[in-house]
């Protein structure tokens, strides 16, 4: 199993910045792929940014320019750093830890992040 804790949510004007931070822990020497993904109200889950073990980076068109991932394999942490928030970037925030070799995804809990206008 891999447990995943997540923090730094919270409420923002417009324009602001927030960093989202999520530590892993338990069987992690298999995953691979890390992210974060958001679901705002009413609307289904999607994918914000993901990074690789080796530091390949997705994003999703709506963040590019304004997020940024990383990622720290030797503290088993991955970070959101979101800058010129917007208030459709309100949404309930979760890190993901996947792992390749039984294809399997695990999700933290969630931080909400609300920006308002």
């Known amino acids: 199993q ?16 927030l960093r989202l931070s999520c ?10 792929r ?3 993904y958001r679901q705002p109200p009413g609307k ?6 993901v990074i690789s073990s080796g530091g390949t980076t997705n994003y999703a068109d709506s963040v590019k320019g ?6 720290d394999n030797a503290k088993n942490t991955v970070s959101l750093q979101m800058n010129s928030l917007k208030p459709e970037d309100t949404a309930v925030y979760y890190c ?6 039984i294809s399997n995804d695990y ?3 969630g931080t909400q992040v609300t920006v308002s206008s």
């Open 2 to 17: 891999v447990r995943l804790v997540e923090s730094g949510g919270g409420l923002v004007q417009a324009g602001g910045s």
């Open 23 to 32: 530590v892993a822990s338990g069987w992690i020497i298999n995953v691979n």
């Open 34 to 36: 890390m992210g974060w």
């Open 44 to 49: 289904q889950r999607e994918l914000v940014a």
């Open 66 to 71: 304004r997020f940024t991932i990383s990622r």
């Open 96 to 101: 993901n830890a996947h792992r390749e070799d």
């Open 107 to 109: 999700w933290g809990q």
